[in-house]
């Protein structure tokens, strides 16, 4: 996770962006205010290449959480 940086595109398994690094809390990725500061799990990342996060499934299947 010491790999993800703000900006960074998220995308699911499937190549469809699911969101923006804004940063990492814990063990969750905040995504920047355009995407309505959801969070994503960190469990659910798969590998980190270059400026993209790549999720182990799906971007239609990612549970995202709202701001709390």
Known sequence: MADIREHMKI??????????????????????????????????VGAVEGDIVKLSVNADAVPKTEAA
């Open 11 to 44: 995308i699911g398994k499937d190549g469809a962006h699911v969101g923006t690094v804004d940063r990492v809390e814990g063990n969750r990725i905040k995504l920047t205010r355009t995407d309505h500061h959801h969070y994503i799990d960190t469990k659910y």
